[in-house]
């Protein structure tokens, strides 16, 4: 498939309200969106890295710069999902900014060949079940609040954000408060270490589902020491960035659970891969979610109705965040997301809204020097 050119575009979202973890306050979403232009087709990609180095170490001004300056001129002149991903492999990192590259490339690959996103990963289902991650609130009254909202909109699953001093209280009153049929789990974002074991062990009393991600990202050896004494299971987020992460984590008994996300991973190709992984050895998967536009969110029901994702997932609906979507918006129907079934990621960008949004594009057109790009202000 010969590529054109690829744009560039960075769009502003501002967050219908502010999202709290244990690393920071998000109130709006910086995105960096990749168009690949073929002469067939076109194809987009939605990079999810944060406009600062908190979840990870990417942001969005290193994906753009590593995107011009390495893995585009690093293109093949004709080039498929599967060759895009070999021609970054020699580039470290940077897995947010490959894996919007590789899902543009394989969007316009499919809508050229007429083939669903959810037919190509191997979907087997039509819609897929809905959680909803609630951020960290000021009060035990206004999370109360913000969660039976939630439940009374339909989602099927509750994940509480947490960190230390906002932990067992909070986990107590929405168990006490919305009972104990109620799907729940929570998630430190790496706020904890191994010496907290016997803190995090009273989360034990409230049956939850998971408790996802409590100490550091590069420490596979704790979880597993933490694991032994939590009868809780352990879930990997931010540790698992490659199908060789996860089988590291799964022999040592760091996670008995994995959440995909396909762009902390490097995209759609590799996420396949953990979840085939993860089927093979009988452990559960779910999707996580990076707060993405209708763009990457289509991508991601689509992954999570493989038959390895026995979990609700983050695929929460678009109006979860955003008040206007730059797609037609994804809307909860008895607690689920319809997978889109159109070529491709099943769906575009509504040209008035994306004009809108832009606060900057530039054209690239692979083959050129490194750096040589057409910049435009939106």
């Not at 899902?103 to 190509?120: I, K, M, N, P």
């Not at 109620?182 to 016997?198: C, G, I, P, S």
Request: glycine share 8%; aromatic share 6%.
């Amino acid at each position: 498939m010969k590529i054109n050119g690829i744009e560039l575009r960075r769009i502003a979202m501002p967050l219908r309200a502010p999202f709290r973890t244990s690393f920071g306050v998000e109130t709006a979403r910086d995105v960096l969106l990749v168009r690949v232009v073929t002469p067939d087709s076109e194809g987009w990609g939605e990079c999810v890295a944060m406009s600062e180095p908190r979840y990870c170490s990417e942001y969005v001004d290193g994906a753009a710069d590593v995107l011009r300056r390495f893995l585009i001129p690093a293109l093949p002149a004709d080039a498929d999902a599967h060759a895009v991903k070999r021609a970054m492999k020699p580039f470290k990192g940077h897995k947010m900014a490959k894996a919007a590259l590789e899902t543009a490339v394989l969007d316009a690959q499919l809508r050229a060949s007429g083939q669903s996103f959810g037919s190509f990963l191997g979907a087997e289902r039509e819609r897929v079940p809905c959680g909803v991650s609630v951020g960290i609130m000021d009060s035990v009254p206004e999370l109360l609040d913000a969660v039976a909202g939630f439940i009374d909109e339909g989602y099927v699953r509750i994940k509480l954000k947490i960190e230390p001093g906002w932990d067992i209280d909070a986990v107590r009153a929405v168990r006490e408060r919305f009972g104990d049929d109620l799907l729940l789990q929570v998630d430190a974002n790496a706020a904890y270490t191994l010496a907290d074991a016997r803190h995090l062990a009273k989360l034990d009393a409230f049956d939850l589902l998971l408790i996802e991600q409590p100490l550091a990202d590069d420490d596979l050896v704790q979880h597993a020491a933490l694991a032994k004494q939590l009868r809780t299971p352990v879930c990997l987020d931010e540790s698992i960035e490659s199908a060789e992460d996860a089988a590291a984590a799964l022999t040592l008994g760091a996670a008995s659970i994995i959440n995909i996300k396909p762009g902390r991973v490097g995209g759609y190709l590799e996420a396949k891969a953990i979840h085939d992984l993860c089927v093979a050895h009988g452990v559960p998967v779910w999707c996580g979610g990076m707060l993405e536009t209708g763009l990457g969110r289509a991508a991601n029901v689509a992954l999570a109705a493989l038959p390895g994702f026995t979990l609700p997932g983050d695929t929460s609906g678009s109006s979860r965040y955003f008040a206007t979507d730059v797609t037609e918006p994804f809307e909860l129907a008895e607690g689920h997301l319809d997978i889109p079934t159109a070529p491709g990621l099943g769906v575009d960008p509504v040209s008035e809204i994306l004009e809108r949004v832009t606060t900057a594009k530039e054209w690239i057109t692979p083959g050129r020097p490194r750096g040589a790009s057409t910049a435009v202000g939106a």
